[in-house]
């Protein structure tokens, strides 16, 4: 089944614990993206991948890093976590970097709280 | 820069009645306009896009949205609610050659027995 997957589903953490959350996809897909969803806020991109070895900042990069090693993965790290990183992240990819023509698929989410 | 309004951050309509969910864009460059769904504890699903060709778009589970150019619009419609379709909806912009989607802040439909 084509899917984009992401672990943890949620997460509780404190203030200066690294963490990393996961995302993988097997699709093949070239282009993938990470977003934080906020209430009132919508969706925010926070990094996005064109291809292996190539990332650039979204929107809200601050406190955040990522790293695209290899095409399927594309995990978001968080070096040390504060308490307004607490949101809903959203890990999504598409065959390329057309977002404008290539469907995004997205992952289920992962709900973190910092406290 | 391209950005999305979405009017209304919570709408309730009856089942069997009209749904109609609102999208206004703003964008220097001709857009590329998408409607996408989230059900509870789920990522979004795209329901819709329009990308230039003809202005009324029909998407998945009885959706449509017509592009309105004079009146930079893009409202997502159903003739009859179902109780499937609570959910939050997500308008998003883009451009050719622009490498993301903007989103709207979301409507949260609720659908009354």
């Known amino acids: 089944e084509a899917q984009v997957t992401q672990n943890p589903r949620y997460l509780i953490t404190v203030t200066g614990k690294k963490l990393t959350v996961t995302c993988s996809q097997n699709?093949?897909?070239?282009?993938m993206s990470w977003y934080r969803q906020d209430p009132g806020l919508g969706l925010r991109q926070i990094y996005y991948?064109?291809?292996?070895?190539?990332?650039d900042k979204g929107d809200v990069p601050e406190g955040y890093k990522v790293s695209r090693k290899e095409k399927r993965n594309f995990p978001l790290i968080l070096e040390s976590p504060s308490p307004n990183q607490t949101s809903l992240y959203f890990c999504?990819?598409?065959?390329?970097?057309?977002?404008?023509?290539?469907?995004?698929?997205f992952g289920p989410g992962t709900r973190l709280t910092v406290l | 820069a391209q950005s999305v309004t979405q009017l209304g951050s919570h709408v309730s309509v009856s089942e069997g009645a009209l749904v109609l969910l609102r999208c206004n864009y703003s964008?220097?460059?001709?857009?590329?306009l998408f409607w996408y769904v989230q059900y509870p504890n789920q990522g979004l699903q795209l329901l819709l896009k329009?990308?230039?060709?003809?202005?009324l778009v029909k998407g998945i589970n009885g959706f449509e949205a017509e592009f309105k150019k004079s009146e930079t619009s893009f409202h997502l419609t159903k003739p009859s609610a179902h109780m499937s379709d609570a959910a939050e909806y997500f308008c998003?912009?883009?451009?050719?050659?622009?490498?993301?989607?903007?989103f709207g802040t979301g409507t949260r439909l609720t659908i009354i027995p």
């Open positions: 999504a990819s598409s065959l390329w970097a057309r977002v404008w023509s290539d469907t995004q698929y």
């Open positions: 699709m093949n897909h070239e282009y």
């Open positions: 991948s064109m291809n292996v070895e190539v990332t």
């Open positions: 964008s220097s460059v001709p857009p590329y």
């Open positions: 329009y990308t230039s060709a003809a202005t």
């Open positions: 998003a912009v883009s451009a050719f050659g622009n490498e993301k989607l903007t």
